[in-house]
T-cell receptor
Framework: QQQVKQSPQSLIVQKGGISIINCAYE??????FPWYQQFPGKGPALLIA?????SEKKEGRFTISFNKSAKQFSLHIMDSQPGDSATYFC????????????FGTGTSLTVIP | DAGVIQSPRHEVTEMGQEVTLRCKPI?????LFWYRQTMMRGLELLIY????????DSGMPEDRFSAKMPNASFSTLKIQPSEPRDSAVYFC????????????FGQGTRLTVV
């Protein structure tokens, strides 16, 4: 059973455009929602994360929007660059389960020049 | 710190052979996770440890898979006997736990079973 559902599976965006990746979850006990970025041949690395007490978090060109009532959160990449081309994973966890992470299935982002 | 270190980076083995993957977590991290990544299923959590104790191994696919953490600086994931469907990239990750829940991943071991 997929605890976190992610879409789209792949995304192609023009340089300078906005990339949007969406995730949804069911378990209301989740209290930590990170996004990980993975380049080919590398392990995933934390990009940005949010807790459910805020509706938005911004770090540079990356923004997480969080809708607690809808149990959805999304990653927005503003002014997308070719160097942003990677696979992005959303995830969810809760300290009550020992920080066990549940990952989405990933989105392959390609930013074309 | 050098980060999470996994070895080997690549492993090619014949079906039926035993395979052992190794992981050195970041010093001071209380949690260690083993993940398997495939195109079909994405990142799957296999097992995780807290202070060297296995907490949840419900993701381990079969009895052919076993994991140990004999001390805070070393963990192994063993597959015996290996099968072609075990081919995947296996990641080890560690985290501090508590309020700081960022997981740091190793570079992974690409396993090919022929």
């Amino acid at each position: 059973q997929q605890q976190v559902k992610q879409s789209p599976q792949s995304l192609i965006v023009q340089k300078g455009g906005i990339s949007i990746i969406n995730c949804a979850y069911e378990n209301t006990a989740f209290d930590y929602f990170p996004w990980y970025q993975q380049f080919p041949g590398k392990g995933p690395a934390l990009l940005i994360a949010i807790r459910p007490d805020v509706s938005e978090k911004k770090e540079g060109r990356f923004t997480i929007s969080f809708n607690k009532s809808a149990k959805q959160f999304s990653l927005h990449i503003m002014d997308s660059q070719p160097g942003d081309s990677a696979t992005y994973f959303c995830a969810a966890s809760t300290m009550n389960t020992g920080n066990q992470f549940y990952f989405g299935t990933g989105t392959s982002l390609t930013v074309i020049p | 710190d050098a980060g999470v270190i996994q070895s080997p980076r690549h492993e090619v083995t014949e079906m039926g052979q035993e395979v052992t993957l190794r992981c050195k977590p970041i010093s001071g991290h209380d949690y260690l996770f083993w993940y398997r990544q495939t195109m079909m299923r994405g990142l799957e959590l296999l097992i995780y440890f807290n202070n060297n104790v296995p907490i949840d191994d419900s993701g381990m696919p079969e009895d052919r898979f076993s994991a140990k953490m004999p001390n805070a600086s070393f963990s192994t994931l063993k597959i015996q006997p290996s099968e072609p469907r075990d081919s995947a990239v296996y990641f080890c990750a560690s985290s501090l736990g508590g309020d700081n829940t960022e997981a740091f991943f190793g570079q992974g071991t690409r396993l090919t079973v022929v």
